[in-house]
């Protein structure tokens, strides 16, 4: 990537970030079908919503948002009425059957220096949305930089065939792991910030992903006990004695992945009786 060639080609494409929109203000201008997917979207990033649309034009999704999520949502029964809509936003969303209208408004929040998306207009967006996979603090977007976006939820579903449901989890507790390992080694950056980051990325390199789901409290503990706090050593999922019999393959796949090997014994006994009162039966 560093080579002089590859430098020099850098561009065309869309810069990818997590953005923060945690109680900032977005208005969404219009209330229709993908207005209800913006909703969703932005309910799920913590943001504070107003919608715009008069009622006629509301779908059935965008209806059931704004009756169940008033804490966040403030709807507005009417068309939009001008630029003062815009005063204190911090992102504007267009969802319009009317393209003009459309075209104002991004003009509008422009002058104003908000971040501007119109679901009709891709050459005046500031951004894109994306096809999106969750899974509790797992996000990944897959955007085609506005070429196909039926594209882009084809390739989620290939993404998603390719994930094991555990994922999510797993991050979960190495995000609880990596909060206990600063509470015992505080401070930002300097060597000891070094030393963090290599105990984290290799021990996250060592084990298998899925292995992190089964971690619990006192496992955490033991192992910043008998790893970090002993030369910084990274502890093996055998010591941690993690025991790992069945791994999910699928994420369609809802099983529960882990078995002890005290239920998987059971489990096992049970089977071989069952097999053997048949025989002796038959
Ligand atoms: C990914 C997704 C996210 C989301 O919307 O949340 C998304 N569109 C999705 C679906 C979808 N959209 C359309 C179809 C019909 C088939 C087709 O046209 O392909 C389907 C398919 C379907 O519904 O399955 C029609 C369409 N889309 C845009 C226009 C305007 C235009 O292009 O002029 C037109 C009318 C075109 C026309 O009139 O012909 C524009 C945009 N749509 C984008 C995102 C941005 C680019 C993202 C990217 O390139 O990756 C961009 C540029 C702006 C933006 O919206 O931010 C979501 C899938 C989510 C999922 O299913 O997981
Ligand atoms: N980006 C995408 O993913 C995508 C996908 C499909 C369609 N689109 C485009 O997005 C737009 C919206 O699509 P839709 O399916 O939600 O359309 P829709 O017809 O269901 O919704 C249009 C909405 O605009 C509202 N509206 C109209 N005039 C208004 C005004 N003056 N003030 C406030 N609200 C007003 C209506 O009440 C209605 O809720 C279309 O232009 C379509 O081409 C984008």
């Known amino acids: 990537m560093d080579s002089t060639d590859a430098i020099k080609q850098l ?27 913006r909703i969703e979207s932005i309910l799920t990033a913590d943001a504070i919503i107003t919608v715009l649309s008069p009622e006629k034009g509301l779908h ?10 008033a804490d966040r949502i403030t709807y507005h029964d009417r068309p939009f009425q001008g630029p003062e809509e815009l005063d204190d936003k911090d992102m504007v969303l267009t969802a319009l059957d009317d393209n003009d209208l459309s075209q104002r408004i ?50 989620k579903g290939r993404l998603q065939k390719g994930l094991s449901g555990l994922e999510g989890e797993a991050i979960t507790k190495i995000g609880q792991l990596r909060n206990k390992l600063k509470e015992r080694a505080p401070g930002v950056g300097g060597q000891l910030g070094k030393q963090r ?5 290799a021990l996250c390199n060592s084990w298998d992903m899925e292995d992190f789901t089964v971690l619990d409290d006192v496992m955490m503990e033991k192992m910043l006990d008998e ?8 502890p093996t999922v055998q010591e941690m004695g993690v025991s790992r019999l069945e791994k999910r393959s699928s994420h369609s796949t809802p099983t529960i992945p882990y078995l002890t090997i005290a239920t998987a014994f059971l489990a096992g006994a049970a089977f071989s009786a069952t097999l053997l009162s048949y025989w002796r039966r038959s």
Not at 60 to 69: A, G, K, V
């Open 197 to 201: 980051m290599k105990w984290m990325t």
């Open 60 to 69: 059935p999704r965008t209806r059931r948002f704004i009756e169940l999520r």
């Open 227 to 234: 790893g970090w706090n002993k030369d910084q050593h990274v």
């Open 106 to 155: 991004v003009e509008m929040s422009r002058e104003r220096r908000i971040p501007v998306n119109a679901a009709d207009i891709p050459d005046l967006c500031d951004f894109y949305f994306g096809a999106q996979i969750r899974d509790g603090p797992l996000q990944i977007m897959i955007s085609t930089n506005g070429n196909g976006p039926r594209m882009a939820a084809l390739i």
């Open 11 to 37: 561009g065309g494409g869309s810069l990818l970030i997590a953005w923060q929109l945690k109680n900032k203000k977005v208005l969404i201008v219009g209330g229709g079908e993908v207005a209800s997917q």
